[in-house]
């Protein structure tokens, strides 16, 4: 058996009762933290709780060469990933490999970004569009910096269809994690490219550490609020489109966001 488990959002203590009682009668754990991390524990900490060893994989092990699947043909295997398992494809291929391998499967659900930026950000679940990620720029062969214009495009896209977009920001193993600030500061720089008003005096909603005791959650004109400190990592953001006044009227009295936004609006 190989069992799928999302450990949540921050910590070790995240994860559901189901989840930490599949790991400590598993045989076997592994776990990727590339796709996403728990930045408020480490692999120590989680090991301390299960009473388990804990086998790091890397990117390579999970995409690439998953050799360590073959330990589920007769051992009880647990796979942990942080937030949600199966929200990353990589988890639905690692999936169809054990399929493959005649491996049965189980998912345990966790806690996911997906659905904790709803209540974070006051906005309307159903009212989310096409999420998008925002990489890091890169440089060209020819030594040009090359911006991702892809993100920019999904917001368009969603507003036009007056839907909310969701953005991931880059985890790169050298570059770092990405910032509410510096995405802030990609999408304006296409703005002032394009100049398609799609960011022009654009709300924006900034949030940090997720599921920690104390998340930083920030609202305001996006030209605005890629100056505020959002702190430590993880951060993600959310381009609102229209605003529903009960959205409205949070952004203002719980976020922070500028009072002005509420004109206009019908109650």
Known sequence: MLTFIGLGLFDEKDISLKGLEAIKNADMVFAEFYTSRLMGSSPEELESLYGKKVNLLSREDVEISPDWLSEAKDKNVA??????????????????????????????????????????????????GKASTIPHPYTSSRGVTVVSETPYDTIKLNKENNMHTLVFL??????????????????????????????????????????????????????????????????????????????????????????????????
Do not use: W
């Open 79 to 128: 796979f942990l990933t942080g937030g949600d398992t199966m929200v990353s494809t990589t988890h639905v291929d690692l999936r169809l490999r054990a399929k493959n391998l005649d491996i049965e499967t189980k998912l345990i659900h966790g806690s996911s970004i997906a659905s904790a930026i709803c209540g974070l950000s006051c906005l309307q679940n159903y009212r989310f």
């Open 170 to 267: 880059d985890i790169d193993k050298d570059k770092g994690y990405m910032t509410v600030n510096q995405a802030l500061s990609l999408l304006l720089q296409v703005e002032d490219k394009r100049g398609e008003g799609i960011m022009e005096n654009a709300i924006a909603v900034g949030i940090a550490r997720a599921g920690s005791e104390a998340p930083i959650v920030k609202a305001g004109y996006a030209h605005a609020l890629k100056d505020e400190d959002f702190g430590e990592p993880l951060h993600i953001l959310v381009i609102p489109a229209s605003l529903h006044f009960i959205e409205a009227e949070a952004l203002v009295e719980l976020l922070g966001a500028p009072a002005e936004i509420l004109e206009g609006l019908d109650d």
